[in-house]
């Protein structure tokens, strides 16, 4: 009898570990490293690979490929980038191919990867899941003749191999905004999936912009721990509402918090794409994503032999992140002053991230006048004040 | 803590414990007919696709529930045909049914990824009962399923416990020699009850996709399936205590985002800032604690688990 319960608790304990592990892995989403862009050696290309036999039928014509981690109907992430990716097909002529739902294992991504480059001639390959960089860097190294570009990521080589982002923060500070608002309680809720730079850059950029439109707004947070947990999501929204909010902000890839939201009668901002459709009584806004205009820029590049890597994090003077139109019932005046704070991110003549800027113990982080650096966004680990929460939670 | 979160504390716990509740139960008639199965997991995110699925075609929440059932039942007549028929080693057909059952819930629910549902299980508000204050909202305003999975847990406990086909299922489950003897098909008996438990994860599932979490996304089951497996082994397979363990095991998961969102204080130590991740394991933790305090109890007499949990039974192999 010892035995099996030693072999129960053994599989439940690995079931654990599977559970465990399959949150880390599924981070699709996950904030560039704090250290900024250096030129990563590129890996020694051990062989050559033999010169494909032109794989190309059609000499001029671009092939690009997509790597996508999640579904195309997520309506979220990858949803996003397969926007940009369907509008860089229409703008450049090119054909553009995707496979979707591909785990961040090297193996893979490299069987996926290979697929395309030796049937379909690919010229170009996005991968857009964090988790596919190192595989990225190894494929730059051994094809030198297709571009790789990786988004989230932070390396990059000399000839083949970049990567992109955007300055989500900037588009969450107008919606942050809009929350401040709309919220009646002066509380808004905050579903945020890990404590990462990217999400902490996030929930700061929102609460300062909320602050603009509503000195006295606090932002309380809720920490789930994952990416692909809807029900956990919706139940984390329940809670921030029972506990007093009236707005529910996110950074996480499920429509769940909006419809707890909608179901308790209050306001949501969601995140990735308009969701609109979704809690159509709830939706305030959302900053989105835009990939398009990147992805069509790349692959003219590459059509045109002018493509040279780089670390890219665009904002919205770019146009690769945006706000989804405000709902109806958001006050004009409102709707105007965000239109302004939108022209300074987008002229640059203001951003975010620009003093006085206190932490949530009263220490001031960036001095009046003064602009944080992007280093120093990338890597950012505190909460400002006016965030109820823990910026360090384990 | 006010009033509202106190009770929505409760209302959550209510419907995370149905959930685990429903998928524990039919992993208990499994497991007494001496069946291990380890694909809850699979089982569930199949019920929660098909059940989502079928409730975005016709509009109708039971249909949805039903189907879900059926499917969670066609799925664990796999586990069945592989581990009971044909004898193979549960626990590897079990983690299989887990990771397949995964991997076929995402091809199959690829095309409504994203897609909102019209109808859903809504709270029923019991005449009378639903307004009397706390209890009200927490035992009489919820969704029909909760109380389905309350009288299935009767009609389990009644039929394991007072009928003769409970008998049997449990003589196949402690000794299916004896089973056999008596004159029962094992083989009916187990694939049997591998296939109504797998009925019942489904419906769980369907549960999670038609009204906890409305849609379908790859990975929404999240370890629920894992949980109701533990959940057997901390009810010591007895309903009764599987439905007090599951109400334990929906505090402890409604209780992950609230801790958060409140200043709690026990004994002096700030409660809300033990680590929202830590709280997501206490249901295994609990279950390891439990699984010492029982072998510890029944060190010199036979152990609670069903003895032939996990035994293949061959007739020509006695």
Not at chain 1, 30 to 47: L, N, Q, R, Y
Not at chain 1, 146 to 161: P, R
Not at chain 2, 16 to 24: E, H, K, P, Q
Not at chain 2, 99 to 125: H, K, M, Q, S
Request: aromatic residues 10%; negative net charge; contains cysteine.
């Amino acid at each position: 009898m010892a035995k099996k319960f030693l072999l129960r608790s053994l599989v439940v304990l690995t079931a654990l570990t599977l559970v465990a592990a399959g949150c880390g892995n599924d981070d699709d989403d996950a904030a560039p490293a704090p250290a900024p862009a250096t030129e990563a050696p590129a890996p020694a290309a051990t062989e050559a690979p033999e010169p494909m036999d032109d794989p190309e039928p059609m000499d001029d014509e671009v092939v690009a490929a997509f790597v996508f981690v999640g579904p195309v109907g997520d309506a979220g992430w990858t949803w996003a980038h397969d926007q940009g990716r369907r509008y860089a097909e229409t703008e450049t002529g090119a054909t553009a191919l995707f496979v979707e739902s591909v785990p961040e294992t090297a193996e893979d991504f490299r069987a996926v990867a290979l697929d395309f480059i030796e049937n379909e001639g690919a010229d170009v390959i996005f991968g857009t899941s964090f988790g596919y960089m190192d595989t990225m860097e190894e494929l730059a190294g051994e094809y030198p003749d297709v571009v790789f570009e990786h988004a989230s990521g932070f390396k990059m080589n000399d000839t083949n191999f970049g990567n992109y982002f955007g300055r989500m923060y900037q588009p969450r500070y107008l919606s942050g905004m809009a929350a401040g608002a709309m919220t009646e309680a002066d509380q808004i809720g905050y579903v945020a999936a890990f404590p990462i730079p990217e999400v902490l850059r996030g929930i700061n950029a929102f609460t300062l912009g909320a602050q603009r439109t509503n000195p006295d707004v606090e932002v309380h947070v809720n920490w789930t721990f994952t990416w692909f947990d809807p029900a956990l999501e919706g139940d984390a929204a329940t809670a921030l509402l029972e506990a007093g909010a009236d707005v529910i902000a996110m950074h996480q890839d499920s429509t769940a918090p909006g419809l707890a939201a909608q179901e308790a009668g209050a306001r949501w901002v969601s995140y990735n794409s308009d969701m609109s459709a979704f809690a159509p009584d709830a939706f305030i806004t959302a900053p989105v994503w835009n990939w398009g205009p990147y992805y069509a820029r790349i692959i003219d590049a590459v059509a045109e032999g002018t493509y040279t890597p780089g670390a890219y994090w665009g904002g919205m003077a770019d146009g690769i992140v945006a706000l989804a139109p405000l709902a109806d019932d958001v006050p004009d005046e409102v709707a105007a002053e965000i239109d302004e704070v939108a022209a300074q991110l987008t002229d640059g003549s203001w951003d975010v991230f620009t003093g006085e800027i206190r932490d949530q113990d009263g220490n001031v982080v960036v001095a009046a006048g003064e602009t944080m650096e992007d280093g120093a966004m990338l890597g950012m680990t505190f909460f400002v004040e006016g965030v109820v929460g823990d910026a360090d939670p384990s | 803590m006010s009033e509202e979160a106190l009770i929505g504390l409760f209302v959550a716990t209510v419907q995370f414990g149905t959930l685990v509740f429903l998928a524990a139960l039919g992993e208990l008639i499994a497991e007494r007919a001496g069946v291990l199965n380890l694909g809850v997991e699979g089982m569930m995110a199949m019920g929660a696709v098909s059940g989502f699925m079928v409730g975005l075609e016709t509009g109708s929440p039971w249909a949805a529930f039903f189907a879900a059932a059926a499917v969670g039942a066609l799925v664990g007549g796999f586990h069945a045909l592989v581990s009971v028929v044909l004898g193979a080693d549960q626990v590897v057909s079990g983690l299989a049914l887990t990771i397949g059952g995964l991997g076929l819930a995402a091809y199959v629910g690829r095309n409504v990824v994203g897609e909102r549902p019209e109808t859903l299980f809504t709270d029923l508000g019991i005449a009378g009962l639903a307004d009397i204050p706390w209890i009200g909202e927490i035992f009489f305003d919820q969704p029909p399923v909760v109380y389905l999975a309350v009288l299935l847990g009767f009609s389990v406990w009644f039929v394991l416990a007072r009928t003769r086909l409970g008998l049997a299922i449990r003589a196949a489950g402690e000794s299916a020699p004896t089973a056999d003897t008596a004159g029962h098909s094992v083989m009916a008996l187990r694939s049997g009850a591998v296939m109504v438990g797998g009925a019942f994860a489904g419906a769980a599932g369907s549960f999670l996709s038609l009204y906890m979490a409305p849609g379908w996304v790859e990975g929404m089951v999240a370890g629920r399936g894992w949980i109701a497996v533990a959940l057997v082994i901390f009810g010591a397979w007895r309903p009764g205590r599987l439905a007090l363990g599951a109400l334990l095991f929906g505090f402890t998961l409604a209780l992950q985002p609230r801790l958060q969102s409140f200043d709690i204080e026990l004994l002096g130590v700030e409660v809300n800032r033990i680590s929202p991740a830590l709280l997501g394991i206490l249901p295994f933790v609990l279950t390891v604690v439990v699984l010492v305090i029982i072998s510890w109890r029944y060190r010199h007499r036979p152990s609670v688990a069903p003895a032939a949990l996990g035994l293949p039974y061959r007739r020509e192999e006695r």
